[in-house]
């Protein structure tokens, strides 16, 4: 019954064609890294060990906090702009990998000069140097935005697995002859430029040339992305702040073993993205529909609930043979944490579809000021619950923050009071 609910539903959509194709290139993107990623991720793990594991943790978790700068917020912004005017593609697309280059470098910056100011540890200086090239590299994904446009993700999964498989067979063969971390480093963020000579090459130099920086255009995409920037560096503080925090309260070890349970429970948040870039064309498409506009948002809700909760239960039930059969008995400390982080993907499933909704409603301004609440709690409550329960602490005050940032918020917004009653409507997805 609920199958045929859905795909009742489904047929409603007349680019169902396109949708499905599209959808299905993102999916084999996604599965492909999963198997093969979990694969390779384990080994590195293994091979690394907690301390050296935690090194690389805790440089990847600085460079996030600090990719929002080179991301800017602009991918959904620019993917609609494409949409509503494809004549002026290449001003947009050139003006984005701008702002992205100028955000890398300042984020590169940012890093290295945090690392060197606050640890001795001249390798961990060098890992997050040589992380921190990976926002750079992936200013060429402003490729990404006129593929996503045109519903054609295909080429984008085949350059980015490409690179992918090769950086994998990298890592694998330095581990096989014993490498240093420094190297696997190296190999880990190749990826990021195979990548782009991959997007290079579907798109065509000469597309690529024909990109124009506008500086009048900068203003104006920096006006309307600025709560997107904001709210990209809260919610990726509050995503990654807890393993900085866990990293002076209690040490590199630590925050390799709390890697563990994150990764474990990240590994699913491909699904939110790929359905909700899928159907954003269609959802912008539909704005001047209400009705139907909020049916696919209701089923989009509905289908984020029914997945998240799903894999959260069985995890739940497992998460010690997964993370022992795995990771090894060396990490068994991260086995409870991941049964309290694995509960967070719910909200994380239904924050990523209705920032999308956000964007497309106008309402970019929540987006902000719900992740700044969201990271005040995270913050508060990694204070009190790391000293005392160490990683265990830091799942609960991320499940907590992400409850109320992602559902709890909207009920107390006149203006997104709408969004709270869907998604708690979704609970019943059952429900027509």
């Known amino acids: 019954m609920i199958i045929a609910n859905l795909y009742k539903k489904l047929r409603s959509i007349t680019d169902i064609k396109r949708l499905a194709i599209n959808a299905f290139w993102l999916f084999f993107d996604r599965f492909l890294r999963l198997g093969v990623g979990l694969i390779v991720g384990v080994w590195v793990a293994r091979y690394l060990g907690p301390l050296s594991f935690g090194k690389l943790n805790y440089a990847a978790a600085l460079v996030a906090l600090m990719s929002a700068l080179s991301t800017l917020g602009l991918d959904q912004v620019i993917i609609k702009k494409i949409i509503d005017d494809p ?168 925050v390799g073993e709390y890697s563990v349970s994150v990764r474990v429970t990240e590994l699913w948040y491909f699904i939110p993205m790929i359905l909700t870039s899928t159907l954003y064309p269609r959802l912008v498409n539909l704005y001047d529909d209400k009705e139907r506009y909020y049916k696919l ?30 990771f090894g008995q060396v990490y068994k400390e991260a086995a409870f944490a991941l049964n309290i982080s694995i509960w967070t993907g719910v909200f994380v499933f239904w924050g990523v579809g209705v920032n999308n909704i956000l964007v497309i409603e106008n309402l970019n301004i929540h987006n902000f000021k719900k992740s700044v609440l969201g990271l005040s709690i995270n913050i508060i409550l990694n204070f009190l619950f790391i000293p005392r329960y160490g990683i265990n602490g830091a799942a609960i005050a991320t499940l907590i923050s992400q409850f109320f940032a992602s559902y709890l918020y909207f009920a107390f917004q006149r203006s997104t009071r709408h969004i709270f009653y869907l998604q708690s409507r979704s609970i019943l997805f059952f429900i027509k």
Not at 299 to 309: A, H, R, T, W, Y
Request: net charge positive; aromatic share 12%; hydrophobic share 55%.
């Open 87 to 254: 004549s002026s593609k290449f001003r947009f697309l050139g003006t984005a990998f701008f702002l992205r280059t100028v955000g890398g470098m300042i984020a590169l910056g940012i890093c290295c000069s945090y690392v060197a100011i606050t640890d001795s540890d001249r390798t961990l200086l060098i890992i997050t140097l040589i992380v921190s090239l990976s926002p750079i590299f992936s200013c060429f994904d402003v490729i990404d935005y006129e593929f996503q446009a045109n519903l054609q993700s295909k080429k984008t999964v085949i350059a980015k697995n490409t690179a992918f498989m090769i950086a994998s067979a990298l890592k694998s063969i330095l581990i096989i002859k014993g490498f240093s971390l420094t190297i696997i480093v190296i190999a880990i963020v190749s990826e990021n430029f195979l990548g782009l000579l991959g997007l290079i090459m579907f798109y065509g130099i000469k597309n690529v040339m024909q990109w124009r920086i506008k500086y009048d255009l900068i203003i104006g995409l920096l006006k309307e992305c600025w709560p997107l920037i904001l709210s990209s560096i809260i919610v990726l503080l509050y995503m990654r702040v807890d393993q900085i925090m866990i990293d002076n309260f209690a040490g590199h070890n630590a």
């Open 297 to 326: 948002v209701s089923f989009l809700l509905k289908v984020l609930f029914f997945i998240s909760f799903s894999i959260a239960l069985v995890v739940n039930f497992f998460s010690v043979e997964i993370v022992t059969m795995l």
